[in-house]
């Protein structure tokens, strides 16, 4: 089979979602000796913004300017939005200059050039940047699509929180996200192990690495631990206002995952972001951070709203959290274990085993119930069986001790050994 451009064309794409740089770069330097196929304009931008998703910007600079066609805008835009992701200022006002004349979108142009001024600290810079977009008599206007469904147009705004589906329609991008993801990620893969890239290696002219004003840039990086390629991956789709990697990226720094150095405010501010974009996994983490006061002052009364907002956007683990609010009384007019209970059997009916390890310990405790150690037992084993960590080491505490459950200390070792393959000791 002979591949086409645009079957190329495509997996130059997955190679770019999929971070396969260097596998993207050979198929593009193939096309024309292998293939038969002269590369477009669309070719080369793919390739330009693969390069920028892992910050090979100077790279990305070198294959414009040997392109053998003029660049458009979508080249250069590729490059300001890696400019974007890792500071380059110099690149940066290169690239405003060469989209002069070449988008409609000018008022987006230069608020992005605005953010890059800011987050250098050049504040003059920034303010003159926004400036000139209402000099110019532009507005920045609400990026929006529209879809016509049984004769009937339906438009869409950016950061919409009026839409009066929005939940359903945040539910249906966040699933159809997720799909592209995967199917970008097995499109790569079958790219790689079929004829579409040669295990040999091409020949071709090297790309040049630079090293110049970005060394203590990205020296600083790096002992964040930022210089990962999964963590700049996800952090190129979180400044593309993707609400997904957001939350991904505020999970990384609430965590410390990745080998990135722990940062609450951070992981606050790209949880905020997700969340005004409707993504229910960060408010339930916005909920968290309120309530445990992690890297801001604790606010209980913020956490229920947070924690309420992404219950009634079906994200069911918020539930538990809205319990253990109403046990404890806090954020709330007073304590309710009755409420409470409701909560967590909501979470537990849907599937988050939070909920059945919350029952267990009322019924363990006796705390607004009779106490009833046999059926602690039964909701503690039904979430420990799910792997749910707390849920694990509860039951394995139970037969050592034999409370409820005949002592048997192997099968202590074996749930406690599930606890440290989860990581959790």
């Known amino acids: 089979m002979q591949p ?17 740089v260097s596998e993207g770069l050979q198929l593009l330097f193939e096309m024309e000796p292998r293939y ?45 939005t890696g400019c974007r992701l890792y500071g380059n200022v110099e690149l940066a006002e290169m690239a405003v200059a060469e989209l002069q004349g070449l988008t409609e979108d000018d008022e987006g142009v230069y608020v992005q050039l605005s953010d890059i001024y800011r987050d250098a600290g050049r504040l003059e810079d920034a303010r003159r940047a926004r400036r000139l977009v209402g000099r110019r008599g532009t507005k ?13 147009a339906r438009s869409f705004l950016a950061g919409d929180c009026v839409h009066p589906r929005r939940v359903e329609i945040g539910r249906m991008l966040e699933l159809m996200f997720e799909k592209a993801a995967k199917l970008y990620a ?8 079929s004829f579409l890239i040669s295990k040999e290696p091409p020949v071709i002219s090297p790309i040049r690495i630079h090293f110049g004003t ?63 974009k409707w993504e229910p996994k960060a408010m339930e983490f916005l909920g968290e951070i309120y309530a445990r006061g992690a890297g801001v002052e604790r606010n209980y009364t913020k956490a229920f709203q947070w924690l309420k907002l992404a219950a009634e956007m079906k994200h069911y683990s918020a539930y538990n959290g809205l319990g253990y609010l109403y046990v404890k009384g806090y954020g709330v007019e007073k304590k309710n274990v009755t409420k409470a209970k409701e909560y967590f059997e909501k979470a537990a009916e849907n599937k988050d085993f939070g909920g059945n390890y919350n029952l267990g310990v009322l019924y363990l405790k006796g705390i607004g119930v009779r106490r009833d150690v046999s059926l ?17 080491y509860q039951v394995a505490k139970m037969f050592q001790k034999g409370i409820g459950l005949k002592k048997n200390l192997p099968t202590v070792t074996s749930y406690l050994n599930l606890l440290e393959a989860l990581y959790i000791i």
């Open 140 to 152: 920045k206007t609400a990026a929006w699509s529209s879809v016509e469904v049984e004769g009937a």
């Open 214 to 276: 970005e060394e203590n840039k990205e020296a600083l990086r790096k002992s964040r631990g930022e210089d990962n390629e999964d963590f700049q991956m996800t952090e190129y789709q979180a400044v593309k206002g993707n609400a997904l990697y957001m939350h991904k990226l505020g999970v990384f720094y609430y965590y410390g995952l990745r080998g990135v150095r722990r940062d609450h405010m951070k992981a606050l501010n790209w949880f905020l972001k997700a969340a005004e």
């Open 376 to 392: 602690a037992c039964k909701y503690f084993l039904t979430a420990a069986n799910a792997g749910q960590p707390k849920a694990l």
């Open 4 to 20: 086409d451009g645009v079957i190329v064309l495509n997996v130059l794409s997955a190679c770019a979602h999929a971070g396969l």
């Open 186 to 193: 097995e499109l790569a893969e079958a790219a790689l192990a």
């Open 36 to 80: 038969d196929i002269v590369p477009q304009h669309e070719h080369y931008s793919c390739a330009v913004d693969m390069l920028c998703r892992v910050g090979r910007l100077d790279d990305a600079l070198e294959l414009i300017r040997k392109m053998p066609i003029r660049p458009l805008a979508s080249v250069w835009g590729s490059l300001l």
